[in-house]
């Protein structure tokens, strides 16, 4: 039995190779930037270990489990990218294995975002009841329960696999992309149907806890600052949300640019990948990282001691 490949299409994005020199500079570039995010996201979760404020604290819990799950995220969508380039096709086991992670991960990243709105909404409105309701024992449950509900939405893809797929698929070689994957029309349909109820109700929530805080703030003529930052803090997850869901419109948006820049349909892609893929795992080290006194106060002597260690 010829096991080295099987007949899954490529994506068509792949159609048109990169050259030598072209292919060098795009891994670079992507490697680069993952390492420096991934370093400053695994600071964080050092100062986050060093320090028992942090890790008694619900907020700074479901922050540091949002930056976890950003590593896992980018380490493995990197993966995916160098061994697009180096192998074109994998295991389709192994690709099984990576791609179960990486969905896992970006529907992590809404539920996490929701949660530390929801957080974010008691600790200002309900500020009496915040020891009461978000309790260290409640954080883990609740983080229990998104990665429980993501397995629900990803095992579901894999046992259609396997209830229709032959046994030789996951002993060949195939181009790794999800679509190319999981291809089965139920899956398809679910993926649409779950990721428009998934990520409305994600919305909802945000949308919900903002307003609740500002017309909160506006009721008592409040000029708190503690106020004003939770309220930021939403809209700074509201823009994360928004570059999470590019994620999930990856297969329409892909088409979109391939009408639109049938030319420099390739570049288009790598730029594309860049922003929804990469820099949105930046964008939580933003949020709390350097904006939040007490967790910046930490931080940067960690930081400041690696730089000057790295000096002769």
Same mark, same amino acid.
């Given at each position: 039995?010829?096991?080295?490949?099987?007949? =899954?299409?490529?994506? #068509?994005?792949?159609?048109? $190779?990169?050259?030598?020199?072209?292919?060098?500079?795009?891994?670079?570039?992507?490697?680069?930037?993952?390492?420096?995010?991934?370093?400053?996201?695994?600071?964080?979760?050092? &100062?986050? $270990?060093?320090?028992?404020?942090?890790?008694?604290?619900?907020?700074?819990?479901?922050?540091?489990?949002?930056?976890?799950?950003?590593?896992?995220?980018?380490?493995?969508?990197?993966?995916?990218?160098? #061994?697009?380039?180096?192998?074109?096709? +994998?295991?389709?086991?192994?690709?099984?294995?990576?791609?179960?992670?990486?969905?896992? &991960?970006?529907?992590?990243?809404? /539920?996490?975002?929701?949660?530390?709105?929801?957080?974010? !909404? @008691?600790?200002?409105?309900?500020?009496?009841?915040?020891?009461?309701?978000?309790?260290?024992?409640?954080?883990? +449950?609740?983080?229990?329960?998104?990665?429980?509900?993501?397995?629900?939405?990803?095992?579901?893809?894999?046992?259609?696999?396997?209830?229709?797929?032959?046994?030789?698929?996951?002993?060949? &070689?195939?181009?790794?992309? $999800? *679509?190319?994957?999981?291809?089965?029309?139920?899956?398809?349909?679910?993926?649409?149907?779950? =990721?428009?109820? %998934?990520?409305?109700?994600?919305?909802?929530?945000?949308?919900?806890? %903002?307003?609740?805080?500002?017309?909160?703030?506006?009721?008592?003529?409040?000029?708190?600052?503690?106020?004003?930052?939770?309220?930021? &803090? @939403?809209?700074?997850?509201?823009?994360?949300? /928004?570059?999470?869901?590019?994620?999930?419109?990856?297969?329409?948006?892909?088409?979109?640019?391939?009408?639109?820049?049938?030319?420099?349909?390739?570049?288009?892609?790598?730029?594309? !990948?860049?922003?929804?893929?990469?820099?949105?795992?930046?964008?939580?080290?933003?949020?709390?990282?350097?904006? *939040?006194?007490?967790?910046?106060?930490?931080?940067?002597?960690?930081?400041?001691?690696?730089?000057?260690?790295?000096?002769?």
């Amino acid at each position: 039995m010829n096991s080295s490949s099987y007949g =899954y299409n490529v994506s #068509s994005s792949l159609t048109y $190779r990169d050259s030598v020199s072209t292919a060098v500079a795009k891994n670079v570039i992507v490697l680069a930037l993952g390492l420096t995010i991934n370093y400053i996201n695994g600071t964080l979760i050092h &100062t986050f $270990r060093k320090h028992q404020v942090f890790y008694v604290n619900p907020r700074y819990i479901l922050f540091i489990h949002l930056v976890l799950n950003d590593m896992i995220q980018l380490t493995a969508a990197i993966s995916l990218f160098v #061994s697009s380039y180096v192998f074109y096709r +994998i295991n389709a086991s192994l690709c099984c294995f990576i791609i179960t992670f990486t969905v896992f &991960t970006s529907l992590n990243t809404p /539920l996490n975002l929701a949660v530390m709105a929801v957080e974010c !909404y @008691i600790a200002v409105c309900l500020p009496l009841r915040h020891p009461q309701l978000c309790t260290i024992k409640r954080t883990y +449950i609740l983080i229990g329960c998104v990665w429980a509900f993501s397995a629900v939405s990803v095992l579901t893809d894999v046992f259609v696999i396997l209830a229709t797929e032959p046994v030789r698929l996951f002993y060949s &070689t195939i181009y790794c992309e $999800r *679509d190319n994957l999981f291809r089965h029309p139920i899956s398809l349909e679910k993926r649409d149907v779950s =990721y428009l109820i %998934y990520l409305s109700g994600v919305w909802l929530t945000l949308l919900y806890t %903002y307003f609740r805080i500002f017309f909160a703030a506006k009721a008592a003529n409040s000029v708190d600052g503690n106020i004003k930052k939770a309220r930021n &803090t @939403i809209l700074l997850h509201g823009f994360q949300l /928004l570059l999470s869901m590019q994620t999930f419109l990856g297969h329409i948006l892909n088409n979109t640019f391939r009408k639109w820049f049938p030319k420099h349909y390739i570049q288009v892609l790598f730029v594309w !990948y860049i922003i929804i893929q990469i820099l949105p795992r930046f964008v939580s080290p933003v949020v709390y990282g350097f904006r *939040d006194k007490t967790f910046k106060q930490y931080l940067r002597k960690y930081l400041l001691c690696t730089m000057r260690k790295g000096i002769p």
